[in-house]
């Protein structure tokens, strides 16, 4: 019998306001005294934890102390019984109570605790008497109506502490989110949470409309319980804009709907209001007493931040009347009441709140980083072991390739049959050059391509959800709704395909490097094309090794326009060129150390008729004495296995192929400075220039 009492204690308003969400409903005053009889009897865990939470939210905003007490009672019985969504709810209430009475610390805290849980799918299980959040809805609804309520309640708290970037935030989420549910409670709450951002901006007209939306939503779901704290709210814009009379109607409904609802909180707010409001017209004694009485209130349920406003009000009032002395008391009451609220101490354990909250962001990147690396690093060894299986075939055809060389000397009368086997092997090295090169790209392109595929798999998840919950609609025959959705499918699906085209442009990009050159020559944006083979050889770069950075300069002359090459074969010249770059500065970087900047600049010039690509390091340099040979077939100066010795030859062959020329420079600070001087010239750097004819 007795568990038939507290249920119908709990439970009674659910027949009387149906279409309230069930976690905003309050028990009156008889039912919480019901409650704390039921309380001191043997009851199970389940019951005694949703007695408590009740008991808590009576005394939310009529005694902030008396709260806390109820739901620091609730909280481990959540805990123990293992309702994650109840938990959540716990932790929302104890930062709401513990935000009143000014421990901050706390208060941010116990809101992140919530909201970790609510945004845990896996708290849509186990939801003992679902209908106190849901209203008979699913659990879906249930855990989003949770996590949309901490938000709009965390950015009072980020207000109070004037963190207006992350309040703005997280009131903008929780209209996302309640939107998505079409909760209209938390909007009533949430859209007043706007109001009040748009009212600190000065932007009068906008927090009027957010205002008016927050007690329409209320309206609609006949939810008054801070509808008076939206008549306050305009009252103020009211006064702002000298229109006193406006001003107290709005005060005086708000103080009305204040103590209909029994919101103690709130009814402290509009006598300060008020007591703002006769000091701006003249009436001094109506305003001191409304002051005093806003104050009295407020300590009574000991909410910390309406009284700094009560003696604020007061300062001002005592001021206006000249009375100095009076005025100089509570101004200090004033700075003595905020520095104990946000004196060092307390400042940086809110700090260290949000400090850590953010370190556990980071740990959690930090592992699906890892986990992605270790696929990629899987990827790349496979990708490493065929390489090494090309490159020993290389090296085993530049044996064969010298042999052959030799056998020419020797065998003057097999001169045609061995020249078409050197031609052969060139082809097959040339090819297996390509492939190379190719290689190099496959990480670099890989980067490029994931982002719009994961827009497509983003959008597509959407979209699965949107159709579901159009269907749902077409059942209930909401078809305006329906229409809505369909216009978000629609949406979706334009970015899919934008996105789509994205990558496949990317693919065609890889397959047009990748296939055998046509030899077709056709107009090219070399300023896009150096831009391109820049970026894709970075990230290739940076995928293998992540310690690997370098600054990278480009300045390209817009004056080019198109010109006529073969854009793979100038692609792969380019390519070349700027890999060489990277590896000798990252070499040289291993050599200095922290005191050295590595840098490569990519640059495009028109000049005398002619194009000029460049491509500088700030790496060792050139060797004088082997600056003739850097051209010629299989010479490299990498270790062993690192380099073919095919990648400048066959640039060198490709430009020639252009009818232009590939030069190359090593540089010195110092003209006067004589090629002799090798080891001042060496540390200076090199320069590539591929000369082009227009």
């Known amino acids: 019998m007795k568990y038939l009492n507290i249920f119908f204690c709990l439970l009674s308003p659910l027949f009387s306001i149906s279409q309230v969400n069930p976690l905003y409903l309050e028990p009156t005053k008889k039912q919480a005294d019901s409650l704390g009889i039921e309380l001191r009897k043997e009851i199970n865990d389940t019951l005694r934890m949703l007695a408590y939470r009740e008991l808590s939210l009576f005394y939310l905003d009529i005694k902030s102390d008396s709260a806390l007490f109820f739901i620091e009672k609730d909280l481990p019985l959540a805990k123990k019984l293992n309702l994650k969504l109840w938990e959540a709810d716990a932790y929302d209430l104890m930062g709401l109570t513990t935000r009143n009475l000014g421990d901050y610390a706390r208060s941010l805290k116990s809101f992140n605790a919530a909201l970790e849980i609510a945004k845990n799918t896996d708290c849509e299980k186990n939801i003992w008497n679902i209908e106190k959040f849901t209203n008979g809805k699913l659990p879906q609804f249930a855990r989003l109506s949770m996590l949309a309520t901490i938000q709009s309640d965390v950015s009072g708290l980020y207000s109070i502490t004037e963190n207006y970037d992350k309040q703005l935030k997280s009131v903008q989420n929780s209209i996302q989110v309640a939107q998505s549910i079409n909760d209209n409670t938390i909007l009533s709450q949430a859209t007043r949470g706007l109001g009040e951002i748009y009212f600190r901006q000065g932007k009068w007209d906008l927090a009027l409309a957010a205002y008016k939306r927050s007690i329409n939503y209320s309206k609609e779901v006949r939810y008054y319980k801070y509808e008076g704290g939206s008549f306050l709210r305009i009252g103020n814009i009211y006064l702002k804009q000298r229109l006193p009379k406006l001003a107290l109607e709005n005060y005086l409904i708000a103080s009305q709907s204040n103590i209909e609802t029994n919101n103690l909180s709130g009814l402290g707010e509009v006598h300060i209001a008020l007591a703002n409001y006769y000091n701006t017209i003249g009436k001094n004694d109506s305003a001191l007493y409304y002051a005093k009485s806003g104050l009295g209130i407020n300590k009574n349920i000991r909410n910390v931040s309406g009284i700094i406003f009560a003696y604020s009000a007061l300062v001002t009032i005592y001021k206006s009347q000249k009375q100095s002395d009076s005025a100089l008391l509570f101004l200090q009451l004033v700075t003595d009441t905020k520095d104990s609220l946000l004196s060092l101490t307390k400042i940086k354990q809110l700090q260290n709140v949000g400090f850590d909250e953010e370190l556990r962001l980071q740990e959690l990147e930090k592992n699906r980083i890892e986990t992605k690396s270790k696929i990629r690093t899987y990827g790349m060894l496979a990708g490493i072991t065929v390489l090494s299986i090309v490159g020993l075939l290389l090296y085993r055809n530049n044996r064969q390739k010298q042999s052959l060389n030799l056998i020419l000397k020797e065998q003057k009368d097999k001169v045609e049959s061995t020249l078409e086997q050197l031609k052969s092997t060139q082809s097959q090295l040339i090819q297996s050059e390509k492939m190379a090169s190719l290689g190099e790209l496959t990480a670099g392109i890989a980067h490029e391509i994931q982002n719009p595929l994961n827009f497509v798999n983003n959008f597509s998840e959407v979209n699965k959800e949107l159709l579901a919950e159009l269907n749902e609609e077409i059942d209930k025959g909401n078809y305006e709704d329906v229409k809505a959705i369909a216009k978000d499918v629609s949406d979706n699906e334009e970015k899919i395909n934008y996105h789509g085209k994205r990558a496949d442009a990317i693919v065609k990009g890889m397959l047009q490097h990748s296939r055998r050159n046509s030899g077709i020559k056709e107009p090219t944006d070399i300023n896009a094309l150096a831009d391109e083979y820049l970026r894709l050889a970075y990230h290739g770069l940076r995928a293998k090794d992540k310690s690997f950075n370098v600054s990278m300069i480009t300045d390209y002359d817009t004056s080019i326009g198109m010109i006529t090459v073969i854009p793979q074969d100038m692609g792969r010249v380019i390519l070349n060129l700027i890999t060489n770059a990277f590896y000798v500065v990252d070499e040289k970087k291993k050599q200095t150390g922290a005191n050295y900047e590595p840098t490569v600049t990519v640059s495009t010039k028109k000049a005398n008729g002619k194009i000029e690509i460049s491509v500088k390091d700030n790496g060792n340099g050139i060797p004088p004495k082997i600056l003739d ?36 420079e090593t540089h010195t600070t110092d003209e006067s400075v004589s090629v002799a001087q090798t080891k001042s010239i060496e540390k200076q750097g090199s320069s590539f220039t591929i000369i082009l004819p227009i």
């Open 629 to 664: 040979k850097i051209f010629q077939p299989f010479f490299t100066t990498k270790p062993t296995g690192q380099g073919t010795g095919l990648g400048l030859s066959l640039s060198y062959d490709i430009v020639k192929a252009h009818g232009g020329e590939l030069t190359v």
